[in-house]
């Protein structure tokens, strides 16, 4: 099987596609696969070169941290719940999220996420929920992983302006729905860096690893 | 403005954080990546506390009780105390920043059984209470961000502490981003770095927690305590990528766990403990499983599908998803792994450790769970030692201006330097995967003399190298740096189980099979030019 990645050494110089062969087991994630491309005694590319160890991210490898995003043969996908059995073909390509500035190889900075919601100040609060609750979608929404995949597919998104996509919707959401004091306040943030510039592509619930139903949460903040 | 360093954002960094900005100090809250990414986030179970709403006959009394029992008898009594007395105010507070607990039908926050434990007192969040509570904790922290209380610095690491005549100063951190050293000054330097995972090599936790703080402490004079307390996971799934675990929902539900003898099924559990057999706590199942010698299973597949969809949708899919296993109608097969530690930072009842200004909270630390922790407790201790290390922090006067260390910093410097220019393509990880082998090995749920022993000359001698071999640069410079604390700790582990000649907890030797009243106590550990100095807490210097 060819593994074709998407490298870049630093945040300043150029991409490049390095191929690798892989002739391990399919029943394996991307993840796993690219454990096993690493830490072999050597690391070679498919022209049999000594090459760079491949950078990517990692911490819980079970599908509850989001840290190993990546587009894997053009999807934006976890590397860890991604199986080579399920892919097609015997090429799997590999490239860093396009929608944020590349760190190393498939690491990017999604900070730019936090800092969105940290300049429009989305926090509960004090809890002082709504009658009629909606508690499997809230408990949903909390357990987005800010992996940036939603963005990543966006049509909507673009880095460095006013919408921020479905990452910030749903956190608008939460504040929206466990804090009625806030509702108001949350309700014009979400309009400017949301609600106004949507256009319901809905891709961010196709690839949204925890399945948060963004078009719930979008109906409950346009109720207003 | 006073400023305070906490080195890892997983709850009980952003507890500590939190509860520091409230009082009005400036945090500085570092980590290689956002809290979304910590360990914490993989706790599923729950949070103990005994409320208002508690159950007929319980009592915070019962609840410093069984974590006292579940400990062994060598967790300080008053410490317990203050962790089970606030469990309550815990729990308020979580559910009024916004923490979407289950709840009951009057509305209000759930709780059920957990495993070794009295009364039903485990308050949860469906099947990720710490992911939950990371994400109100997360938004918490946004508050006092956007007052500029907190500031949250990514991709940086921990590489030593600025120590002087038994004073903490601050740390030096790597940043991976202009790939050199940074000196931060601190009135109080917290570490929330998690567990010592990585020295067993893939476990069911997070690979960013690797107990290499805790090891370079060690290694500046920082004491230690009961490393050998290590709690194994007795069913967890093999992946090619790290161990699963499988919930103690499935035995809860049911489960049988048997080997197969020929074609046979030996129920091994039922068979020496009765019909409650497969309901024994972790300990005691990961050394029944061990002692079998063979491949053992854990059986749900006579349930009906119906329950499984609804009782353990998530042990199904877990299952199915990494290992293709349709557990309606196949086994699982299961083996113990490293889960929890129970040994860390020796620290005293505010978590400030044998240094002055120098804290340790969550994991890191060794507190509350003595030899065994129960389920249940580690949510609630992370969340009320970093609240407690706030407060004394809080409360203290942290005005010392700091001795001279640009000596020291620029040799640090160079030292790293060094490192990141030599060349060779030998990568740090195969240390660490011979170091995982060695103690996987030798502090297994069984242990003895010799093979711990054995285990000790094997580290002695990776220690012996670490420093002598060029490593592959193209490894991120935190995996070169990080092997000689982690090693250093791996060591002192062994070292600590070598020492506890008795079992204990979750600490069993074959050659010591019973406990022994002169043992109970914690271990304690520090380190000097090299040498590992092991006593016994007898004075109860720590804890209470």
Known sequence: ?224 | MREILIIGNGISGMMCAIRCAEHGLHVRLVAPGPSEQSQSVMAAGGINAVTEDHEDGDAIDCHVEDTLKGGAYIAGRNSVYGLCSHAEEIIQYLEKIGTVFTINEKGRPAFRAFGGQSHKRTYYCGSSTGKQIVSALTMECRRFEGQGLITRVQRQHFYSALIEDGICYGAILYDEKSRTLIPVYADALVMATGGQNCLYGKTTGSGRCDGYAVGKLFMQGAVLKNLEFIQYHPTTLETPQKRMLVSEAVRGEGGRLFYFDGEKKVYFMEDKFGPRGNLMTRDVISREIISTGKDVFLDISFMDKKLIDSKIPEVRDLCEKYRGIDISKMPIPVAPSVHFFMGGLAVHKDHESSFKNLYGIGECASMYHGANRLGGNSLLAACYSGMVAADSIYGKNLSEKHPDFTGFISTEQKNLKKRLNSYSSFAAMHIRDMLADTMREHMSIVRSEESLKQGIEDVSYLLSVVDRINYDPSVSAYANYSLKGILTLGKAALTCAQARKESRGAHYRTDYPQSQKEYETATLISYENGNYKVSLDMEHVYEN
């Open chain 1, 1 to 224: 099987m060819k593994i074709k990645i998407l490298r870049q050494k630093t945040p300043e110089t150029n991409p490049y596609w390095e191929c690798f062969e892989y002739n391990g087991t399919k029943e394996i994630s991307v993840a796993g696969m690219l454990d096993q491309l690493n830490f072999g005694d050597d690391i070679l590319n498919d022209q049999g070169l000594k090459t760079d160890r491949i950078g990517w991210d990692c911490s819980c490898l079970q599908g509850v941290c989001g840290a190993c995003a990546m587009v894997i043969n053009e999807v934006p996908a976890l590397a860890c719940e991604t199986f080579l059995k399920n892919l097609k073909g015997e090429t799997v390509t590999l490239r860093p999220l396009r929608k944020f500035p590349v760190i190393h190889d498939l690491i990017v900075d999604r900070s730019i996420i936090h800092e969105n919601l940290k300049i429009t100040d989305i926090y509960i609060g004090e809890y002082n929920p709504k009658a009629d609750e909606d508690h499997d979608l809230q408990y949903t929404a909390a357990k987005c992983l800010k992996c940036g995949l939603c963005l990543e597919v966006c049509p909507n998104y673009t880095v460095g302006k006013s919408f921020f996509g479905a990452v910030y919707a749903n956190d608008c959401y939460l504040v929206h729905e466990r804090n009625t004091n806030k509702a108001k306040d949350i309700h014009v943030s979400y309009a400017k860096h949301f609600g106004n510039a949507c256009s319901k592509a809905l891709s961010c619930m196709e690839v949204c690893p925890v399945h948060i139903s963004s078009l719930a949460s979008m109906s409950k903040l346009n109720r207003v």
